[in-house]
């Protein structure tokens, strides 16, 4: 079985530019959530998503990040403009219905903004 | 809020040594969760535990969710090289009507042949 596809593995940018990230959830998962990991910071979450809506965005850090899930099997994180303090590995992860609140995670986005 | 305070920090242990690890909190949890990170991959699901007092193994691990539901501990038994890696918990906090977890700093393993 396909576990969470995210893409590209890694991406090397510079500031000011824009980097989008996409994510794969499990098929038939309702919930999908954008993590930043950093060593810092451990893990933070950013948005979630159920059935494709956002729920909580509450830990975008700005203006600057936005996520999208235009269906129940794509979702993109972006950054627009790009910084360097975004450098960081995200993580999608997704979990099955209501009350399951096992998430599995893809094996990230290590994102470096020089 | 709601914090999670791993324990401990590090652990550097040989082959064949058992290992504890815990997870504490002052809040209460209705839900505890144990992944496994290793080096350029994103964490892996190891255990989940619904219910207070539950007690689950996944091979050589077994987790328990504390009876006051502040707390879970993790225990691997006879340890091999391939243990290494960064083990967190993540708790999904009680009294909230959302499906955020908590995730804990982690605990760092190392395992010596």
């Known amino acids: 079985d396909a576990g969470v596809i995210q893409s590209p593995r890694h991406e090397v940018t510079e500031m000011g530019q824009e980097v989008t990230l996409r994510c794969k959830p499990i098929?038939?998962?309702?919930?999908l959530f954008w993590y930043r990991q950093t060593m810092m910071r451990g893990l933070e979450l950013l948005i979630y998503?159920?059935?494709?809506?956002?729920?909580?965005d509450s830990g975008m850090p700005e203006d600057r990040f936005s996520a999208k899930m235009p269906n129940a099997s794509f979702s993109t994180l972006k950054i627009q403009p790009s910084e360097p303090r975004d450098s960081a590995v995200y993580f999608c992860?997704?979990?099955?219905?209501?009350?399951?609140?096992?998430?599995?995670f893809g094996p990230g986005t290590r994102l470096t903004v020089t | 809020g709601q914090q999670l305070n791993q324990s401990p920090q590090s652990m550097f242990i040989q082959e064949g040594e058992d290992v504890s690890m815990n997870c504490t909190s002052s809040?209460?949890?209705?839900?505890w969760l144990w992944y496994k990170q290793e080096p350029g991959e994103g964490p892996v699901l190891l255990i989940a535990?619904?219910?207070?007092?539950e007690l689950t193994s996944n091979g050589r691990l077994t987790a328990q969710f504390g009876i006051t539901r502040k707390d879970s501990f993790l225990n691997i038994s006879a340890s091999i090289p391939s243990d290494v890696g960064i083990y967190f918990c993540?708790?999904?906090?009680?009294?909230?009507?959302?499906?955020?977890?908590?995730f804990g700093t982690g605990t760092r393993l190392q395992v010596f042949p």
């Open positions: 993540a708790g999904l906090p009680s009294g909230y009507n959302t499906d955020k977890l908590i």
């Open positions: 098929s038939g998962h309702d919930y």
């Open positions: 998503f159920n059935n494709n809506v956002p729920i909580d």
């Open positions: 992860a997704s979990s099955g219905i209501a009350g399951d609140y096992e998430q599995y």
């Open positions: 535990l619904y219910k207070a007092g």
């Open positions: 809040s209460i949890f209705n839900t």
